[in-house]
């Protein structure tokens, strides 16, 4: 699923908060949890619709799941 999206070198990744930022920064395709802090949100392609802790990989798996 993620090779459809993120191939070769790319990759993705969920954060939320600011030692999080380098990476969010440098990946391709970021993701923060709803409950993340704005200047983090503000950062990220994709704010999911669920807070930190309450399934936020597998809306990640979802939103993939949309976007192919």
Excluded: W
Excluded at 8 to 18: E, L, M, P, Q
Excluded at 38 to 43: A, C, F, I, R, V
């Amino acid at each position: 699923l993620v090779k459809n999206i993120c191939d070769g070198d790319k990759y993705i990744y969920i954060g939320d908060d600011r030692n999080d930022h380098l990476a969010i920064k440098n990946s391709d395709l970021s993701f923060a949890p709803m409950s993340a802090p704005g200047y983090t949100k503000d950062l990220v392609n994709i704010v999911l619709p669920v807070n930190a802790g309450e399934g936020v990989v597998l809306e990640v798996a979802r939103t993939f799941q949309r976007l192919i």
